[in-house]
């Protein structure tokens, strides 16, 4: 019980972490930034915590016996995690605070617009962005 206990304060830390990274006006650019990786750093350790139920799940995830509602799970968390690792990348390479000098260097031949246009898309933030907008 007592580790169930944490493993829950641990994911609402990292939603609450979540949600205050939807508003960097509010809370600014250094703090999004720096609990971006924090919270990617969150993410391993949580998929560490339950590393008994990803591995024993992606065991059996092509079995006929695993119901839909788990494999629909592990799906979801799957395609979660690969966005969570492209938000992270993106966020690193246009970051101006954690790392200024990858501001310059350019990966596959994209802009910095391209990488604030898959950091958006990947995120949600562009829900968030248009809703300030309308506020305003």
Do not use: Q
Request: charged content about 15%; overall charge positive.
């Amino acid at each position: 019980m007592r580790n169930t206990k944490f493993k829950l304060w641990f994911d609402a830390a990292m939603m609450i972490t979540l949600c205050l990274l939807y508003n960097t006006h509010s809370t600014g650019l250094a703090f999004h930034e720096i609990a971006g990786l924090v919270l990617g750093g969150a993410v391993i350790l949580h998929l560490f915590f339950n590393k008994d139920w990803v591995i024993g799940i992606s065991k059996k995830i092509f079995s006929k016996n695993l119901n839909w509602k788990t494999r629909f799970s592990y799906s979801l968390n799957l395609i979660l995690l690969i966005d969570m690792f492209f938000i992270i990348l993106s966020g690193l390479l246009i970051s101006k605070i954690v790392t200024p000098d990858f501001s310059g260097i350019y990966f596959c031949k994209l802009d910095a617009d391209s990488y604030l246009f898959i950091h958006f898309g990947t995120s949600n933030s562009w829900r968030a962005y248009w809703v300030t907008l309308e506020l305003d």
